[in-house]
């Protein structure tokens, strides 16, 4: 009877998990805010899990996906991302598909765009990091690294 007992809420706990990231919303944020790398506001993919100051990318593509909840046309257009990365870094910055920055990483990025390329209030918008010189590090990290998350504002 335990067993069964068991293994029916092993089966529920694993049917709430699966709606809760099924279900799950991407939350809003507004500009001039500062958003860090551990911030509810924003969703990860293809990064690590956050560390104490910072996250890394995972892999040769990551991307920080939001939603503006303000009139984008107060918006200046610019992005300020603060971070690092291992060794030289090659990247190529997408918002919603458009290209914003090519280049070498730095401390800060500071990556200008249109306004216009936010999507409309509440809608999903994607930041995307294409990251081809990503490389396991040699230090027993088998992770393939390019760059660190620390915090973005948008304005």
Sequence with gaps: MKIKLILLNLCLVGLLT???LVGSQTPTIKSNEVFTHKDGNLK???????????????GNRSVILFKFK???KSLVGEIEFQGGSLGQQHIIAKLNGT????????????????PKLL???NQENELAFELPD????????????AIYFSSLVIR
């Design 44 to 58: 990860f993919r293809g990064w690590g899990q956050a560390e104490e100051t910072h996250r890394w990318s995972v």
């Design 119 to 121: 999507k409309g209030k």
């Design 70 to 72: 303000e009139d984008k």
């Design 99 to 114: 290209k914003i920055h090519d280049g070498m990483m730095e401390a800060k990025l500071k990556m200008k765009f249109a």
């Design 134 to 145: 990503a490389r396991v590090p040699g230090n027993g990290d088998m992770r393939r690294l």
């Design 18 to 20: 699966v709606i809760t």
